[in-house]
């Protein structure tokens, strides 16, 4: 599977400069060859090379290689939109829209990333440097900083091209990574049930609650500050709300990887499959009282469940989603279902049999048992051909990639 590995660049205030330089040529160069392939309506790679190759090299200095990126970079941008397009996520042909869209040459933004090949940019993994070609020449020493772990997956799996980003006044590549998949274990010891929710953002059937009291303390405290900006309303508040909110998903985005990587290895380590709630509808489905409904949109569950689906694929782990459905309601003893089992936010008490556990952990129980029940199904409707494997099955869904497209690939 492909995972993008994002490192951070560290270049002196001279590299910094020939960075810059170089990204902003080749996004001029991108917009020039984006007119011409719009005036000649010529949008595939090859054809457009003729018309514009040439030039390209001359104009702005490029070399061969980033010359043929940019053009192919313009000719991705076209085929992008054309998929938009066709996937209407532009609205109908006669709409605003569609025709602002279709009616000028695609443009790039001055810092628009820009992809480089092996021929421009060279990793010297255990130095923590790169190489990477710019219009004043090939640029060495170039730092960078990765964790032990982002610096083993590129030294192991880095191969084809990476981009050069730079956002928020810092500099970034973003490599291609080809990650080998373990093969998936098919007759799973159980299943780990991770139940989601407002208060503790994760807790598993084991008992273990994830991101919980001091991270919502955290966030109610951001939430307080952010809506005093958006009051201000003036040019510097807008920056420094638009600062933070990135500074928020950064942090959201830090934490779900651990809760997904801690899920995925506790279910690795004992044999076990992952059950989760399927999430698609949470919004229409939950009815909460106003300020827990903030809470939770605002939390990236969507992206908690992605990371553990493409983190359990990785390690071979299956995962079945199961119907959320009065899993907070039901006893995960006796099965009663009753509203007034939910005794408050924390504890679960059954009217029927007397049954008393923290709320979530019943809830991530249920979960639990209804995978198991899923799987055995599954397992039953494949039986004739021992041992059952992991294709097909009734209900239930194995854990996919979020997508196949590149760019909405999650990075590390
Ligand atoms: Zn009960």
Same mark, same amino acid.
């Given at each position: 599977m492909k995972?993008i ?5 560290l270049p002196?205030?001279?590299?910094a400069? =020939?960075?810059?330089a ?8 991108a917009?020039w ?8 309506g ?5 054809a457009l090379r003729?018309h514009t190759y040439?030039?390209?090299k ?7 290689q ?5 053009i192919?970079?313009?000719c991705d941008?076209?085929r992008?939109? =054309?998929?938009?397009l066709?996937?209407?996520n532009l609205?109908?042909?006669w709409?605003k829209?569609y ?7 695609v443009? !790039?933004r001055p810092?628009?990333?820009?992809p480089?090949d092996?021929?421009m940019?060279?990793w010297?993994?255990?130095e923590r440097t790169?190489? +990477?070609?710019t219009?004043s020449g090939?640029v ?13 997956r590129?030294a192991? @799996?880095?191969?084809?091209e /990476?981009d050069?980003? @730079?956002?928020?006044g810092?500099? !970034? ?11 998936p ?6 299943f780990l ?7 503790n ?11 919980g009291r ?5 966030r ?5 500050l952010?809506?005093k900006l ?6 510097s ?7 933070r ?5 950064r ?8 809760i997904?990587?801690?899920v995925?290895?506790e ?7 992952i059950a ?5 509808g949470?919004?229409?489905r939950?009815?909460?009282?106003k300020? %827990?409904?903030a809470t ?6 969507a %992206?908690?469940g =992605?990371f553990?689906a ?6 071979g ?10 899993? /907070?309601r039901?006893?995960a003893?006796?099965?009663? +279902?009753?509203?007034a089992?939910?005794v408050s936010?924390?504890? !679960?008490?059954?009217?029927?049999c007397? !049954?008393?556990d ?8 249920? +979960? ?6 899923l799987?055995?199904r599954g397992a ?9 494997t992991a294709?097909g099955?009734?209900g239930?869904?194995r /854990?996919t990639?979020p ?6 690939s999650?990075?590390?």
């Amino acid at each position: 599977m492909k995972l993008i590995v994002q490192v951070k660049l560290l270049p002196t205030p001279v590299q910094a400069a =020939a960075l810059e330089a170089t990204l902003h040529a080749c996004n001029e160069a991108a917009t020039w060859v984006s007119e011409v392939a719009f005036v000649k309506g010529v949008k595939r790679n090859f054809a457009l090379r003729e018309h514009t190759y040439a030039e390209v090299k001359q104009r702005w200095g490029l070399g061969a290689q980033a010359a043929q990126h940019v053009i192919k970079k313009t000719c991705d941008a076209y085929r992008t939109l =054309a998929a938009n397009l066709k996937a209407g996520n532009l609205g109908r042909p006669w709409s605003k829209r569609y025709r602002r869209a279709t009616g000028k040459p695609v443009a !790039f933004r001055p810092e628009g990333a820009q992809p480089y090949d092996d021929r421009m940019l060279s990793w010297q993994i255990p130095e923590r440097t790169i190489s +990477i070609w710019t219009l004043s020449g090939r640029v060495k020493g170039v730092a960078f900083t990765a964790s032990p772990e982002q610096l083993a997956r590129l030294a192991l @799996y880095r191969k084809g091209e /990476s981009d050069l980003l @730079y956002r928020d006044g810092m500099w !970034f590549l973003q490599a291609t990574c080809e990650i080998p998949e373990t093969e998936p274990n098919t007759d799973p010891d159980g299943f780990l049930g991770i139940d989601l929710g407002i208060v503790n953002i994760a807790t598993t059937s084991d008992g273990q609650i994830m991101a919980g009291r001091a991270l919502n303390r955290g966030r109610l405290r951001e939430r307080t500050l952010r809506t005093k900006l958006q009051r201000k309303n003036t040019p510097s508040a807008r920056r420094r709300l638009k600062k933070r909110r990135r500074k928020e998903a950064r942090r959201t985005k830090d934490i779900n990887h651990k809760i997904a990587k801690h899920v995925v290895a506790e279910a690795e380590r004992t044999g076990r499959g992952i059950a989760l709630e399927d999430l698609t509808g949470i919004r229409e489905r939950v009815r909460l009282r106003k300020p %827990q409904r903030a809470t939770l949109h605002g939390w990236a569950f969507a %992206q908690l469940g =992605a990371f553990i689906a493409y983190k359990a694929r990785q390690a071979g782990v299956p995962v079945v989603y199961v119907d959320p459905a009065y899993t /907070s309601r039901t006893c995960a003893e006796c099965g009663h +279902i009753d509203r007034a089992n939910r005794v408050s936010q924390a504890w !679960f008490v059954c009217r029927n049999c007397g !049954f008393v556990d923290h709320a979530d952990r019943n809830g991530s129980r249920n +979960i639990r048992a209804r995978a198991e029940a899923l799987w055995r199904r599954g397992a039953q409707s494949t039986a004739p051909e021992p041992p059952p494997t992991a294709r097909g099955g009734t209900g239930r869904k194995r /854990s996919t990639t979020p997508s196949g497209a590149r760019s909405a690939s999650p990075s590390l």
